[in-house]
């Protein structure tokens, strides 16, 4: 059991929690993730690292409200205790020498690109983040950005906040000035990371996506995640858990990625709305 120390709640529908996970504290690095369950009845859902402190040995995760088991994990408390928090899973972002970086964080993705965020700036790096999300009531995470930035950018679609726009205007802008990087780094949704790929595609400048697929085991048997990628006209099968979650982005079937992302979202939606009248019956 993983006793819950903290619980805020970032916008209306996300929240912020600290784990206690001494273990899986111990060996957290950026980019990597955890597969939980709620209680002993749930289902096994992936949430990324998004910090970690190895002297308290908790991990923090951030998550969307989406459906039925992010509904009962928000129905959490602090002070109550999860059933399991499996972890560190996947291979942490690479960033060793990297001097110059843009990291590209769209909604609740944002959260995945802080660590990252945070961890070049602790190495020295020069860090550009550009920080996207639909209105000024869904921003998260803006003070912890600017903090470990050395540029910094926030867009919302409807202008209630920061500059209109989506986060390549701030991409095109700089690339049409010349600014270079040595890596793109974008975490999102996958329609925004396919047009931040598309931007940077011209510059020839690395860029690495980070993907999230329908994930079961995190151990690569059940093929849940797995991903096509495209390398010299060749199509190779990847699976996110164990090879991922980055990649590069110049590689990735977006268009696949997508259409598979929406095989469950009918049940998902059923499933919340069923978790939803069960809670308010508990009320």
Same mark, same amino acid.
């Given at each position: 059991?993983?006793?819950?120390?903290?619980?805020?709640?970032?916008?209306?529908?996300?929240?912020?929690?600290?784990?206690?996970?001494?273990?899986?504290?111990?060996?957290?690095?950026?980019?990597?993730?955890?597969? !939980? $369950?709620?209680?002993?009845?749930?289902?096994?859902?992936?949430?990324?690292?998004?910090?970690?402190? $190895?002297?308290?040995?908790?991990?923090?995760?951030?998550?969307?409200?989406?459906?039925?088991?992010?509904?009962?994990?928000?129905?959490? /408390?602090?002070?109550?205790?999860?059933?399991?928090?499996?972890?560190?899973?996947?291979?942490?972002?690479?960033?060793? &020498?990297?001097?110059?970086?843009?990291?590209?964080?769209? &909604?609740?993705?944002?959260?995945?690109?802080?660590?990252?965020?945070?961890?070049?700036? @602790?190495?020295?790096?020069?860090?550009?983040?550009?920080?996207?999300?639909?209105?000024?009531?869904?921003?998260?995470?803006?003070?912890?950005? $600017?903090?470990?930035?050395?540029?910094?950018?926030?867009?919302?679609?409807?202008?209630?906040? &920061?500059?209109?726009?989506?986060?390549?205007?701030?991409?095109?802008?700089?690339?049409? @000035?010349?600014?270079?990087?040595?890596?793109?780094?974008?975490?999102?949704?996958?329609?925004?990371?396919?047009?931040?790929?598309?931007?940077?595609?011209?510059?020839?400048?690395?860029?690495?996506?980070?993907?999230?697929?329908?994930?079961?085991?995190?151990?690569?048997?059940?093929? &849940?995640? $797995?991903?096509?990628?495209?390398?010299?006209?060749?199509?190779?099968?990847?699976?996110?858990?164990?090879?991922?979650?980055?990649?590069?982005?110049?590689?990735?079937?977006?268009?696949?990625?997508?259409?598979?992302? !929406?095989?469950?979202? @009918?049940?998902?939606?059923?499933?919340? @709305?069923?978790?939803?009248?069960?809670?308010?019956?508990? /009320?």
């Amino acid at each position: 059991m993983y006793k819950i120390v903290k619980k805020s709640s970032l916008n209306p529908t996300v929240t912020y929690m600290e784990i206690e996970a001494p273990l899986v504290a111990r060996k957290a690095e950026p980019g990597q993730f955890i597969i !939980l $369950r709620v209680d002993e009845n749930c289902e096994r859902i992936p949430l990324t690292i998004a910090d970690y402190d $190895r002297v308290k040995g908790t991990v923090s995760i951030i998550f969307q409200i989406v459906g039925a088991t992010t509904q009962k994990l928000n129905a959490k /408390n602090e002070g109550e205790f999860i059933e399991d928090f499996a972890g560190p899973l996947g291979k942490p972002t690479e960033l060793e &020498g990297l001097k110059k970086v843009c990291i590209v964080g769209g &909604g609740v993705g944002c959260a995945i690109a802080l660590p990252i965020a945070k961890k070049l700036h @602790e190495m020295g790096a020069e860090v550009t983040s550009i920080i996207g999300f639909r209105t000024k009531d869904l921003v998260i995470l803006e003070d912890e950005f $600017r903090k470990c930035s050395t540029n910094f950018y926030i867009m919302t679609d409807d202008g209630s906040y &920061g500059t209109q726009g989506n986060v390549c205007a701030p991409l095109n802008e700089m690339f049409s @000035e010349n600014k270079t990087f040595d890596e793109v780094i974008t975490i999102g949704p996958l329609i925004m990371m396919k047009f931040v790929v598309m931007a940077v595609k011209p510059t020839g400048i690395p860029c690495t996506v980070s993907m999230n697929p329908i994930m079961i085991d995190g151990t690569g048997m059940c093929g &849940g995640c $797995r991903l096509t990628l495209i390398r010299d006209g060749e199509r190779i099968t990847k699976f996110a858990c164990v090879d991922g979650p980055d990649f590069n982005g110049y590689e990735i079937d977006f268009d696949e990625a997508m259409s598979r992302s !929406l095989m469950y979202k @009918e049940f998902e939606i059923k499933e919340h @709305e069923k978790e939803c009248n069960l809670l308010k019956g508990v /009320n």
